[in-house]
């Protein structure tokens, strides 16, 4: 009893197979059920397991005995149980037939052992197969995530490799005197890169907004950018009529974005 009460998840999970197949002991049972009353994951995983159970039960071939076959077993025991007075006209059939009975007996066993054997490894097997395909999701995830990468990389050296792309440094102000940021952009199709390192964290409900300075002093909006770990690496278009900025900012302004600059700027570079 004691040992049961220590078991763990992990064990009682290891036991949903043989429960889904009916094959636990009783006190098995018991201290599964048990964990079931208090594990949403286990019991979602057992009512699966016996619907496939089910399912899988559906499709193996029915390896209870045929009636007649029944019958003659049942007969059998019968006579074997009356009294030796009762039964002695059957002895001589009897005698003649035990070895018959017995390998039918120990095949029909052999034969449900053998189903419940293949309904198990069907069971693992589709467990398996439900741990694989959430590990292909996750190596999918992976793979996109490098594609990204890697078009980000091409696409930033087409860019900086184009005769009429612009190179602009920002620097950090006083607010954060350690940010650096380089924004590249071709200034004939407005495609730019911006990276931005050691910025404060974006706080919750903020974004950094990029604006561009035009030479009336004016500062048109531009996209806004949230820097989880005080990284920006993004890119984004330029539009025609800011191109020709005189200078560009990131300031910290509320997340969605604002018409004119309302918070601190925190970097700044000119457009030589
Ligand atoms: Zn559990």
Same mark, same amino acid.
């Given at each position: 009893?004691?040992?049961?009460?220590?078991?763990? &998840?992990?064990?009682?999970?290891?036991?949903?197979?043989?429960?889904? /197949?009916?094959?636990?002991?009783?006190?098995?049972? *018991?201290?599964?059920?048990? &964990?079931?009353?208090?594990?949403?994951?286990?019991?979602?995983?057992?009512?699966?397991?016996?619907?496939? #159970?089910?399912?899988?039960? &559906?499709?193996? !071939?029915?390896?209870?005995?045929?009636?007649?076959?029944?019958?003659?077993?049942?007969?059998?025991?019968?006579?074997?149980?009356?009294? !030796?007075?009762?039964?002695?006209?059957? *002895?001589?059939?009897?005698?003649?037939?035990?070895?018959?009975?017995? %390998?039918?007996? %120990?095949?029909?066993?052999? #034969?449900?052992?053998?189903?419940?054997?293949?309904?198990?490894?069907? /069971?693992?097997? %589709?467990?398996?197969?439900?741990?694989?395909?959430?590990?292909?999701?996750?190596?999918?995830?992976?793979?996109?995530? /490098?594609?990204?990468?890697?078009?980000?990389?091409?696409?930033?050296?087409?860019?900086?490799?184009? !005769?009429?792309?612009?190179?602009? *440094?920002?620097?950090?102000?006083?607010?954060?005197? &350690? #940010?650096?940021?380089?924004?590249?952009?071709?200034?004939?199709?407005?495609?730019?890169? /911006?990276?931005?390192?050691?910025?404060?964290?974006?706080?919750?409900?903020?974004?950094?907004?990029? %604006?561009?300075?035009?030479?009336?002093? *004016?500062?048109?909006?531009?996209?806004?950018?949230?820097?989880?770990?005080?990284?920006?690496?993004?890119?984004?278009?330029?539009?025609?009529? #800011?191109?020709?900025?005189?200078?560009?900012?990131?300031?910290?302004?509320?997340?969605?974005?604002?018409?004119?600059?309302?918070?601190?700027?925190?970097?700044?570079?000119?457009?030589?």
């Amino acid at each position: 009893m004691s040992r049961m009460k220590r078991m763990k &998840h992990e064990d009682f999970s290891e036991m949903l197979e043989l429960e889904a /197949l009916g094959v636990l002991d009783q006190a098995q049972s *018991e201290a599964l059920r048990r &964990h079931l009353e208090e594990c949403d994951v286990c019991r979602a995983e057992l009512r699966e397991l016996r619907d496939t #159970a089910a399912m899988l039960a &559906h499709l193996a !071939p029915p390896i209870a005995p045929a009636k007649e076959t029944r019958a003659r077993i049942l007969e059998r025991v019968r006579r074997s149980r009356l009294s !030796p007075a009762e039964s002695s006209a059957s *002895e001589e059939a009897i005698t003649a037939s035990p070895p018959r009975s017995f %390998w039918l007996k %120990w095949g029909l066993l052999a #034969a449900s052992l053998v189903v419940i054997i293949c309904l198990a490894l069907l /069971l693992i097997l %589709w467990r398996e197969r439900q741990r694989l395909s959430a590990e292909l999701a996750q190596a999918e995830r992976t793979e996109r995530q /490098l594609r990204t990468e890697l078009d980000r990389e091409r696409e930033l050296r087409a860019l900086l490799a184009a !005769p009429q792309t612009r190179v602009i *440094e920002l620097e950090g102000t006083q607010v954060a005197p &350690h #940010a650096r940021a380089k924004l590249a952009y071709d200034a004939r199709t407005g495609r730019a890169i /911006l990276f931005a390192t050691n910025l404060p964290p974006t706080p919750a409900g903020k974004a950094y907004q990029l %604006w561009f300075i035009m030479s009336s002093g *004016e500062a048109m909006p531009g996209d806004v950018f949230k820097a989880e770990k005080g990284d920006i690496e993004t890119s984004f278009f330029i539009p025609p009529i #800011a191109r020709n900025a005189k200078a560009f900012a990131l300031t910290l302004e509320p997340a969605q974005g604002t018409r004119v600059p309302t918070g601190e700027k925190y970097l700044l570079g000119s457009n030589s």
